[in-house]
């Protein structure tokens, strides 16, 4: 695959973990909360704790700026790599504590193996090296040193 793919399938999975991230895990922590929600707390009228409320919105917001970052993925390398890494580190965090008990097993069907997916889609596809500096000099119109 040659690198104007490789960009174009990185654009792809932006906006499809934007739109995700942004807009689909209310939804999910409402209908799938075996799988989503994990913090039981003082419930809102729609069901959802303060604190999956406040998961709700982080992720929000970084569904808008990876949709931003899609528009010119070279320019925001390191929202994508903290995102990468984040959801690294996510993943395994919660990949322990549902072992932890308290009926958190679903999760290892749920989010535990999207935070990986996204993981790893995001990896495949963002250039590195040599490679991520021609490009990304290349969309600032400079050239690499």
Not at 33 to 54: K, Q
Not at 74 to 84: P, R
Not at 97 to 118: C, M, N, R
Request: proline share 4%; net charge neutral.
């Amino acid at each position: 695959m040659n690198e104007v793919h490789r960009l174009a399938c990185l654009r792809i999975v932006l906006v499809v973990v934007g739109l995700i991230a942004l807009f689909a895990l209310y939804p999910l922590m409402l209908f799938w909360p075996s799988g989503w929600a994990w913090e039981s707390g003082h419930a809102d009228h729609a069901g959802l704790s303060e604190y999956a409320l406040m998961i709700v919105g982080i992720y929000a917001t970084l569904g808008v700026f990876l949709l931003i970052a899609s528009r010119d993925p070279m320019k925001h390398l390191s929202l994508i790599w903290f995102t990468v890494w984040s959801s690294i580190v996510h993943g395994a965090i919660m990949a322990v504590q549902s072992f932890g008990g308290a009926g958190h097993f679903g999760h290892l069907t749920g989010d535990v193996p999207a935070l990986f997916i996204v993981a790893a889609a995001l990896a495949i596809f963002t250039p590195r090296g040599g490679k991520a500096r021609v490009l990304s000099a290349d969309s600032r119109g400079a050239r690499p040193e």
